[in-house]
């Protein structure tokens, strides 16, 4: 290949390459910016001073799946979780967390809001895996944990017939398009987890559309 051609392919890789950089890190920035934005209309019953703890496990998915705006509606049914009670561990910076409460309590969750200043203290004292791990911890007064952004749809068919070798489940990470994570009409496939006594983890529902989360 004559020199020119040579030189002008290198220019081209090195351009791909920093243009394929630039979509991961603003792939990242949207998960983020979408959970550190702050909402009104949830009231935290318990706070305290709080400092934001860094969640960067964003989805290992390339592009997120662009749908209609109306498919993001949230469907509530204030009978799912009615006799439901739990505290909230989290920060108190976190806007994500709280569209996750406005959620959670729009399918009848009784919620208590408290912010920390450690989340990694509440994590551990719930054994929540480090692989598990998202933004908020969510504990019944029945002791099942709830970690990151489960649909309520889920968090109520667990507590109706809770397994016997199961804690709770978490959403690892922060999808973008799950519950309290909605962003520009955009939506990530992920998996709700089930959390075992053991330690262990097992796939409890794999979520492929905005529909399934209702």
Known sequence: MPPLKIKSSLIFNRYLSKGLR??????????LFACSQPSSGVSDASTTSASTEDVLAVPKT???NVINNSMMTSV????LLKNV?????KDANC????EWISHAEDNGLSATAQDVADLAVFKERYSVPNEMRSC?????TDGYVFEGHVPAKYMAQFLENPPV???GLAVPGMPIGSPGMEYQNKFMPYQVMQLNKDGTTQVYAD????EQQL
């Open 76 to 79: 509530s049914k204030p009978d």
């Open 207 to 210: 979520i492929e559309s905005v």
């Open 62 to 64: 390339a592009e997120p």
């Open 95 to 98: 806007g994500c967390c709280k």
């Open 165 to 167: 070798q199961a804690m």
């Open 136 to 140: 908020h911890t969510v504990v019944t």
């Open 85 to 89: 009670s739990a505290t909230v561990y």
């Open 22 to 31: 630039s979509t991961l890190v603003l792939l990242a920035a949207s998960s």
